[in-house]
């Protein structure tokens, strides 16, 4: 299974991290996202994982991912 890490500094409260894990979920072939509001770390695991579109997921959310 890969896994990815993105720092997406925009975050600050709990509906931040609601948006962003529903919006990454929903990409194909991620199965866990797990997100860090202390570190502003999101972490996703699946197979096969499309870099691309989880950074476009993260800004359908509303921010953006470094």
Request: with cysteine; aromatic share 4%; proline share 5%.
């Amino acid at each position: 299974m890969e896994r990815r890490q993105y720092i997406v500094p925009g975050m600050h409260c709990g509906h931040c991290e609601t948006a962003v894990r529903d919006e990454v979920s929903a990409v194909p072939g991620v199965e866990s996202v797990e997100v860090d509001l202390a570190t502003k770390l999101v972490e996703v695991a699946g197979e096969p994982l499309d870099d691309a579109a989880i950074r476009a997921a993260i800004e359908e959310a509303g921010y953006e991912a470094a």
